[in-house]
């Protein structure tokens, strides 16, 4: 199973459409169609924060696994917004430090028409998590992050 | 019209099932219950990074606007994932710094089992956006910021 | 050697004039004194970001190392500013998680006045670095962070 | 006075050393020399991780000056650490949304070899300012912020 198909059959990806288009070699390029549903206005199409995150996140995770090959927990995210998001987003993401405890990725967003909406860096855990039983699976013990 | 009604008037609120309970002089409590489709693993609830982000962003930007009344764009925020989030949710959110051109909040976010599963802490911006026609409308002109 | 008397050895906490109060169980306090080589205008003691940040840093890292008695590079952190430091500054920083491949901690930065000027939080590395032949030694090969 | 001029004349540039060799348009570029003071092990140069982000916010305040030309606090950063910084440093800063009461900017940090040992995002406020009397000068009242 590549590492598109393990993310594309998360259940919160679905619920928000995000796509990932491919991911290889420490980097990752993920769509999210701008629906309505995911607007923070009725009856426009202003992509909520919490959208454009979800999207640069997920691409950070994608540009990581693919280089683990294991869940990669994020550990923690910032997220910069440049512009109003009004239309179908991509994310691309590139692990710019790699190691065997953490990587640190960083993401670019733009709308479908060029737009730079957003940028985003994170950290994210390399290390533990091979042995625990799921894909998306967490580490038994104090060490455990959400993701 | 209320704080607490504007923001769960907003369609990725519904589409997330966030929900504002409280909104006043710079707090915010706002909840998230842990459906199936907004988890990371098929089959059970783990919260997607994503999905604890919007509830922090949520609450923040619901804190945020408590003191303005009027849009507050979040410009940048950070989140940090502190233990897996595998049951319903709540957000408290605070204002630590405000000021007429941005504003600072932190949140905690923890689950109904009282674990404490992620922070966060971002700026918004207070200033403009009053005439700009929409609820949460965008500012024209180059200073505009997605939320 | 106390984890207070390692940090206080470093030349750059010399330099700025940082002294850890005390670094235990995963709590640190440190002081700096605000003298006018630290502020950014001439003639006045107005400390600089760089000055604020570099004692949440420091602050941070003792708390870290306080629990695992040995290097804990910083991977990432993000400082707030939240009032002018016009005066001495106090750092007070806690462990939020703790774990065998990351650390998480806070840190509250006040002045003399009791006045909070600034928060932090960031990310340490706490695997590796054992065997690495110097008190900040860095780890050899590609898990190399920067303190 | 130049941007380049006002800014080498904090006292805390010169304490740590910090230059700009240049500063226009929204971009900036600021030097480092590594000198043993700033290092975070005895005998040997380690830039501590306070010395790195001092050089990154000095580097986007430039940047966000050359663009404003009065004083644009620094209201958050996030800085991430990618290698070892053992010898002389340069940052380069680039204003990547600028409004009338934000802006942020980017800040990639470079040794004398060419290794990119970070990266730095933050925040900066643009707006009031004007009228406080001083160069590096806080505006009185709530919307003050440290720098």
Redesign the interface.
Known sequence: MSVADLLN????????GIEVVEAADGEAVVDLPLT???????G?R??????????A??AA?AAVISLHHKPT??????????????DDLRAEATV???????A?A?VRIEDADGV????A?G?F????GDDDG?????TPG??????
């Open positions: 059959g998360m259940p919160f990806a679905d619920h928000m309505e549903d995911l607007s923070s206005v009725p426009r202003i992509a909520h924060g919490g959208v454009t995150y979800a999207l996140d997920a995770g927990p994020t550990v923690d995210m910032r997220i910069d917004y440049l512009a109003p998001a009004t710019i430090r790699d190691g065997g405890s953490v640190t960083d730079h909406v957003a940028d860096r950290t855990k390399t290390a533990g799921g894909a998306w699976g967490v104090d060490d455990s992050l959400a993701e």
